[in-house]
């Protein structure tokens, strides 16, 4: 992903009088965005519309397989530089208290934040990654919660193993999941996330409760840098 890190800076001027169209999903919803915003967030639209592609001529992009509420999601950090997780309070919550009860006020927002960010992926658009991270871990310092089985394995499936995303959920599971809670999950879970679990319990094990929580570390542990040394600000 380093190839993403050529981008102008953040205040580069846009052209808003340059639309283009992109299609969302198998019936198409269409969305109308300003070309030299998305160019400059996205690697993808970038070469999608600099002349590479086909559908530079057209100034249209079809992403059949692209859910429409993450890519809604995606065009409202776009513009508001904003990740909205919790939109939808009446969804059913994938998450569980460590009672084992649904949180129904909350949306089901592991699976949200995962197909958001493998869009971020798949658009190569570092920014919205980081982004993404950032309100999930602002979200889970509410309460002490784990992400579903179904969250973890749709997460193992579509997102890189080696993600920041995969690293900050097997670090929320290390921190807040009991014994009898993963006894009862551990033939369920992939084999490379219970191997994730096992290598950070030893990392950690020397540290306080509290502070094996990702929630309580800089959130930059776990965004993407053009460099080691870069740090947030």
Known sequence: MAAENHRPAKRTKYDFTNDVTVLIGK??????????????????????????WKESKEATVRLP???TQSFTTYVG????ERVDLLEEPEQKLPWTDKKGETLPHRLPLTRRAIDCFALGDMLQDVNFRNA????????????????SLRSITCMWEVIPQ????????????AAECSTKEFDASVDMLPDGFVKMLARVGIRDKHMASDMRKPSMREKWRYHEHAS???KCK
């Open 132 to 147: 993404v991270i950032t309100e999930l871990m602002c979200i889970c310092k509410m309460g002490d919660t784990i992400p």
């Open 228 to 230: 080691e040394n870069e």
């Open 77 to 80: 950090w776009l513009y508001t």
């Open 162 to 173: 080696n993600s920041k995303m995969v690293e900050l959920i097997a670090e929320y599971w």
């Open 65 to 67: 397989e692209t859910e």
């Open 27 to 52: 019936d198409e919803k269409k969305f109308a965005l300003h070309k030299s915003l998305i160019c400059k967030s996205s690697i993808f639209f970038w070469a999608a519309y600099s002349g590479v």
